[in-house]
Structure formats: C-alpha cells, structure tokens
C-alpha cells in the first residue's frame, strides 16, 4: 500500500540544502520515491508551531520503501547534507 512521508525543514544553511537538492531525486529515485508535493510557502493554519521553510510530501510504493531510503547506507552522507541544513523532521504516514 502506498505510503506517504511528511518533511519539514526550517533552514539554517541554504548552501548544504542547495547541495541536498542536487542529490535528492537520485536518492528518491533508488528506492521508487517521488517528491508528490514541494512547498516554501507553508502556512500555519493551526497551532503555534512556526511554519517549516521548506514542506514536502514523499510517496512510496510502501513504508519498507520509506525505511529502506531512510536507513540506506549509501545514501548516509545525502541524509547527513540534509540533516545539517537545518532542522528537518521526517513523518512517516
């Protein structure tokens, strides 16, 4: 069943996220992800919380997809650019 991850990203390097970008679809790609939706518009219509810089929606064919693009090993350094571009959270749905 497909599965769909939240990510959230409140930038505080825009240069690593540049280089993030650059490996990012590959690394989607490597395990039949696609970015389903990409927002540096969101907006908080609910709560406190600040809303993210960057919002995106990923799908996979199922959440052992998700797992395995999250704890590929080849992809460490990849996940490492985006991790330290700033603060991210990913929500596995």
Do not use: C
Request: proline residues 5%; glycine residues 4%.
């Amino acid at each position: 069943m497909t599965a769909y991850a939240l990510v959230t990203i409140s930038l505080q390097d825009p240069e690593t996220f540049a280089a993030y970008r650059e490996l990012a679809g590959a690394a989607l790609k490597k395990h039949n992800a696609e970015a389903m939706a990409v927002s540096k518009e969101a907006e908080v219509i609910e709560g406190t919380a600040p809303a993210p810089d960057v919002t995106v929606i990923l799908t996979f064919p199922d959440r052992a997809h998700a797992k395995a693009w999250i704890n590929d090993p080849e992809l460490a350094d990849v996940h490492a650019l985006r991790q330290n571009s700033g603060i991210t959270n990913i929500i596995l749905m």
